[in-house]
C-alpha cells in the first residue's frame, strides 16, 4: 500500500461480530491531518490519519478512540484519550484511527486484529 490522499472510504472490521463496515474520512495532506477532529462535536464513523504514529486531543471537544495501525493495517494499540492529551507515538504506526469514545470495541477493533480500508476512487493508497 503506498500513500493515501485525502478522501472518503469504508473501515471494515472482521471479528467475533461478523463483519462492521464504519463510514471512513481519509485525512493524508498536512493540512487534513492537521485538522483532523478539532472542532468537531461528534464524528460519523471514524477517520484514518495516514501517515501518523502519534496524535494529541488539544483542541478536541470530545474524547476520542484512537487505534494505532502498522503498514499492513493490524492494530497494534487502542486507547481512549480524553480532550487535552498528548498521544505517546508508536514506533510501528503507520497509520492511526480516531472515532468517539467507546465505539471501536462496539465495532470489534481491538490490538492483535487487523482492519480493511475500502477507499472511494482517487483516495487509495497506490
Do not use: C
Not at 500500500?1 to 461478523?18: A, N
Request: charged fraction near 25%.
Amino acid at each position: 500500500m503506498g500513500r493515501w490522499r485525502d478522501g472518503q472510504g469504508t473501515l471494515i472490521v472482521r471479528g467475533e461480530r461478523g463483519e462492521v463496515s464504519v463510514p471512513l474520512e481519509i485525512a493524508a495532506s498536512y493540512r487534513a491531518r492537521t485538522r483532523g477532529l478539532l472542532g468537531r462535536d461528534a464524528v460519523n464513523g471514524a477517520i484514518m490519519l495516514s501517515p501518523a504514529v502519534s496524535v494529541h486531543t488539544f483542541g478536541m471537544r470530545i474524547p476520542i478512540d484512537v487505534a494505532y495501525l502498522d503498514r499492513r493495517l493490524n492494530v497494534i494499540a487502542v486507547r481512549t484519550m480524553k480532550p487535552g492529551r498528548l498521544g505517546l507515538p508508536r514506533l510501528r504506526s503507520r497509520h492511526v484511527l480516531e472515532a468517539e469514545a467507546g465505539v471501536m470495541a462496539g465495532w470489534g477493533v481491538r490490538v492483535g486484529g487487523m482492519v480493511e480500508i475500502a477507499a472511494e476512487r482517487g483516495a487509495e493508497g497506490g
